[in-house]
């Protein structure tokens, strides 16, 4: 079983929520806080793609994948990569179902 995220364009580039998680401002918007590339790759992460799926539908090498990971992990502030993908799954949830 897969899940599928997704950002709503206007909503995702016009949602800033104020609500706070311990010192986090929820929700991050993902736009500003990662690069497309970044936020293209960790949105296949949140549908279960694996690292070789994923550079294999990009076109890149695994260790491009793995670098953009990091990158993101990093600038989400994220504990590891599966926290990274949770606050990316939760994040692009939040702004899909704030659109409906």
Known sequence: ????????????????????????????????????????IM??????????????DLNVSTATVKVHIRNAITRLGAKNRTN???IVAANSAIFRSAAH
């Open 1 to 40: 079983m897969t899940a599928h995220f997704a950002l709503h364009n206007e909503t995702a580039l016009n949602g800033e929520a104020n609500a706070f998680a311990g010192n986090v401002r929820w929700p991050i918007d993902l736009r500003k806080s990662m690069t497309p590339r970044q936020l293209e």
């Open 43 to 56: 949105l296949k992460l949140c549908e279960g793609k694996v690292n070789k799926q994923i550079a294999y």
């Open 84 to 86: 990274a993908v949770a």
